[in-house]
């Protein structure tokens, strides 16, 4: 017979908070489950009075969505909290940001006012580094996989091997000259192509290391050193005709929980 759960006297759930965290330098190198249990001690440091889940194991109310892959910098990543007190979501986030190290920084924390903040995140835009890699090349490169229908790549997911398309789900590929970036510091001088890229959420992911393979079929373009990989922006996909022609754009997903 199946132990049944110890019934607890759990606080309900009051508040509802959504985080906008970034993984930034070294701490790119942080994996999700990595960032978790920072958060969670992060939390426990600082006297957040968290709403816990009922059963053998009771845990902290939180949720992760469409975390970046781990070696990727990012300035746009969420998690949501379940609390048991009213607080003021700003305190909370200069709280959270002094607990947790340099390099996981929480950026904005906002109260939940709206549903389905996994559902608004429609899109990323990121930003690959191709250091020693001519901008030409990766022009031509870019060229070859934006006039193809599809190509197809294979990667290792958490259900096996999988072959996919990976040219559809991109919205956007521009390859801009990254060389300024030498006299700034931020690159290590010689050549350096950066490409700017949204691609639409879908099942299997699209990755940025995805679309690398891809280029790399279609026109051997094979980036001597590992690429820098940032996620700036995810949210919902959008036509935008500010700039002119309308063109989709990533905008805010807390933008609602603002009023």
Known sequence: MARQAPVRD????????????AKRGRLR????????????????????????????NPHPRIS???AAPTGAASEAEYAELAVTEVLDPEAVRAALDAALPPGLDVLEVVEVRTPDLADRLQASVWTLELPQVEPEAARAAAAAFLAASAVEVSRMTKSGPRTFDARGPVVRLEVRDGAALAATGAADGGPCAILDLVVRHVTPSVRPDDVLAA???VA???????????????????ADASTGPATDAVTDPLAPDRG
Do not use: C, K
């Open 10 to 21: 759990v606080a309900p759930t009051v508040q509802r908070l959504r985080l906008r965290y």
């Open 29 to 56: 190198f942080t994996s999700t489950r990595d960032f978790q249990r920072a958060l969670e001690r992060a939390l426990r440091r600082t006297g957040v009075p968290m709403a816990y889940s009922q059963g053998f």
């Open 64 to 66: 992760y969505a469409n």
């Open 215 to 217: 280029l790399r079929l």
């Open 220 to 238: 051997d373009l094979v980036p001597p050193v590992p690429s820098r990989v940032t996620r700036l922006a995810q949210g919902p996909l959008v």
